[in-house]
């Protein structure tokens, strides 16, 4: 069985596509092209990935 070396959670392309994603939201709901719910619901989105994805570094 290979051993990996544990990544660092900014090391992971799916934190970071979060982030992007956190960022889109905010971005997208500040200039008016969503609602507060559609912003909302892509930020969730976004934040599940992250936080699946470092919970499963550990």
């Known amino acids: 069985m290979a051993t990996e070396k544990s990544k660092?959670?900014?090391q992971?392309?799916?934190v970071w596509t979060g982030a992007?994603?956190?960022l889109t939201a905010a971005g997208t709901?500040?200039?008016?092209?969503?609602?507060?719910?559609?912003?909302?619901?892509?930020?969730l989105t976004a934040l599940?990935?992250?936080?699946?994805?470092?919970?499963m570094l550990k």
């Open 8 to 10: 660092k959670w900014y």
């Open 12 to 14: 992971s392309k799916t």
């Open 20 to 22: 992007a994603g956190l």
């Open 29 to 43: 709901y500040v200039a008016g092209e969503m609602t507060s719910a559609e912003a909302i619901q892509t930020g």
């Open 48 to 55: 599940t990935a992250i936080f699946l994805r470092t919970g």
